[in-house]
């Protein structure tokens, strides 16, 4: 099978060429940035044609979409160059796909919710209110691909953070190590998900997809339950840098463009009954995760 993978040079796109690597599947890297080293073909998903060129001339089967628009705060006043990324774009990979009988496997998010206030896990029936202009694309985005009649697994995750790029657990590794205090929100709430773990999940997925139709929508986030803060607390722990006093404040106290969801744990119960996938738990991924950094 040939897969091609899109924001190939990101968190879970680098999480994507480490489990290639065990595969027997051929993997295709693609990104419109190029890194030293790193073997990537260049494609410009925004464009229809280029996605169709390289889909045909690698006769690729299955795509995952790992690319998007991802700045929240900074979407607020890009929102055209937030919708050409995040559903424009995830439009041209179903369109494609639909044409060749393959699959596209997308990445959202949990920020299509947080408007309506809810304290129980969020499932794949529940209804998009998203509270800014990151979740309102990246649910257009969900929306176009249904709409284009291609065999399609969408899967919403949350808090993501891996050994690549920036994200938070890199953050918080370097203010808890050079800041002697430290002020962290408390009122949002949440799972951290390991970009290794999703990518882990997403070739089972990919290989049960040979055998099976599961067409839909899945939540995939590691297992637990825990605030910004929580995370930050275990991050200095696991890390040895418990000298920086990490308190609990609230949201208001670092005012942003755009509401975050309060509450997003997600549910996973569909795509451990689906797929037969096996979630870990936060606090062992993080270990694994800071001990990855550390070497």
Not at 119 to 147: F, M, S, V, W
Not at 242 to 248: F, K, N, R
């Amino acid at each position: 099978m040939n897969i091609l993978i899109t924001g190939a040079n990101g968190q879970l796109g680098n999480e994507m060429r480490i489990v290639a690597k065990n595969s027997n599947d051929r993997y295709v890297f693609t990104d419109v940035n190029q890194v030293e080293g790193q073997e990537t073909v260049f494609l410009d998903i925004t464009d229809i044609e280029a996605v169709r060129k390289s889909v045909n001339d690698n006769d690729i089967n299955v795509i995952v979409n790992c690319a998007a628009y991802t700045n929240v705060d900074a979407a607020e006043t890009n929102e055209p160059l937030a919708e050409k990324l995040n559903a424009d774009a995830p439009k041209n990979l179903a369109t494609v796909m639909a044409e060749r009988g393959g699959l596209l496997v997308h990445i959202s998010t949990d920020y299509v919710f947080g408007q309506e206030p809810y304290n129980t896990p969020c499932r794949e029936d529940q209804k998009g209110t998203p509270t800014g202009i990151y979740g309102l694309t990246k649910l257009h985005g969900e929306q176009n691909i249904i709409a284009s009649g291609c065999q399609y697994v969408i899967i919403r995750t949350a808090w993501l953070y891996s050994e690549f790029g920036k994200n938070f657990c890199k953050t918080m590794l370097n203010l808890t190590a050079t800041k002697p205090q430290l002020k962290v929100v408390f009122d949002q709430v949440g799972t951290p998900t390991y970009a290794l773990d999703l990518a882990n999940a997403i070739e089972e997925i990919v290989e049960t997809q040979k055998y099976e139709n599961n067409t839909g929508i899945y939540h995939y986030s590691n297992e637990g339950v825990c605030s910004w803060y929580d995370f930050t607390k275990m991050i200095a722990e696991y890390s040895g840098q418990t000298a920086c006093d990490v308190q609990p404040c609230h949201s208001d106290e670092f005012p942003s463009p755009v509401k975050r969801p309060a509450f997003s744990v997600l549910d996973k119960t569909k795509i451990k009954q689906t797929f037969g996938v096996k979630v870990p738990y936060w606090t062992d991924s993080l270990k694994k995760c800071i001990k990855n950094l550390k070497k």
